[in-house]
């Protein structure tokens, strides 16, 4: 609701794992002025531990305000899993992108407060162009973020398949001779329904940050549950297998 703040504090022993999920999607209702709905987490991870921040999307409803904040304080072989994800709305009902603000800021500390991953995303409506209008037809933004040595094999595992996969979509074959010749493309190609990146962070190179953009919010709980199956062994469960 309008004007509601929640804050929650976290602490991860030593070789512990812990998980955080939701129910459903978070939902931010309508605001009448200035009134912004805040959700602030702050985590702790130890030694050799493992936090999966895995929720379901926040979905903004028109004219909603929305900030959170997301900090995590690490060690060297801490692990954690940070899924950060959101929708154009009701979408289906026909409310799209008609929120009017949402900012998500997540930021991961080292011992003593050195900056490991800094992250904010803002989309606000303008006077030149809405947000409808900057997303066309896209209606989920996501970020998954991989930390630790645990989980280096899925970082490498999602990777590789986002690399193959988006050098399909996104760089189809030119016509030409010879048995695979594709076909001629259109002159107004429609664009994939999903699209990701990954990208390596830190020094040793023990993160990775995925970045996702879809049609529908299905494909993303499709996208999740594929690369974070790995998961199970440490969590008992696969991440959004109810979903």
């Known amino acids: 609701m309008q004007g509601d703040k929640i804050s929650c504090a976290v602490t991860v022993g030593d070789g512990c794992t812990a998980a955080m999920t939701t129910q459903a999607s978070t939902k931010v209702y309508k605001a009448v002025g200035s009134k912004c709905s805040e959700q602030v987490l702050e985590a702790t991870v130890g030694k050799d531990a493992l936090l999966a921040v895995i929720p379901d999307p926040v979905t903004c409803f028109s004219t909603a305000r929305y900030y959170q904040k997301q900090v995590f304080h690490v060690s060297g072989d801490s692990n954690l899993v940070i899924v950060d994800w959101f929708t154009s709305g009701r979408y289906e009902s026909g409310e799209k992108w008609d929120f009017t ?37 896209y209606n989920v933004v996501a970020m998954v973020v991989l930390l ?22 996104l760089h189809p074959p030119t016509s030409g001779g010879g048995r695979y010749a594709a076909r001629p493309q259109a002159l107004h190609p ?17 993160g990775m940050v995925a970045r996702i953009v879809a049609v529908s919010t299905e494909s993303v709980y499709t996208f999740l549950r594929h690369h974070l199956a790995a998961l199970e062994p440490f969590l008992g469960v696969t991440p959004y297998s109810s979903s």
């Not at 991961?108 to 409506?125: A, G, N, R, W």
């Not at 429609?190 to 023990?206: E, I």
């Open 148 to 169: 630790g040595p645990k989980l280096k094999h899925i970082q490498d595992q999602m990777q590789d398949e986002v690399k193959n996969v988006m050098s399909v979509q």
């Open 190 to 206: 429609q664009s994939p329904p999903l699209v990701a990146s990954c990208s390596p962070f830190s020094r040793m190179g023990t």
């Open 101 to 137: 603000s949402y900012k998500s800021v997540n930021h991961i500390l080292l011992e003593e407060y050195q900056p490991l991953f800094i992250d904010s995303v803002l989309l606000e409506q303008g006077s030149d162009c809405t947000i409808a209008e900057r997303m066309q037809e």
